[in-house]
């Protein structure tokens, strides 16, 4: 084989390669790929928040249209730990301190010393 018909197998690779990055670009550019909703459309679909349990697995917190749901992901399988949570669910820390606020004014009301 002489040296030219190495570089013409190398101007004909790299021609195929390019014509393949030019297709991939016009496929994914008229949405031949994966389907994003338009972007004056209001987002359904959010993640609250994230924590990790251990190496593998998280608990991840999803609001979707107002609802929140719960799921543990990673590791071998996927999971849904609590669904429908509300968006404006019961704040425990909240209720708490207004109760003990309301507990320490009745005992101070009775004359309890403590």
Known sequence: MDISDYLRFVFALAFVI???GILAFIAKRYGMGY???PRTAKKRLSISEIMPIDGKRRLVLVKRDGREHLLVIGGTNDLVVETNIMED????SEHLAATSHITDKNKMDEGDPQ
């Open 35 to 37: 389907r994003h909703a």
């Open 18 to 20: 390019s014509l393949i």
């Open 89 to 92: 669910a019961f704040n425990f």
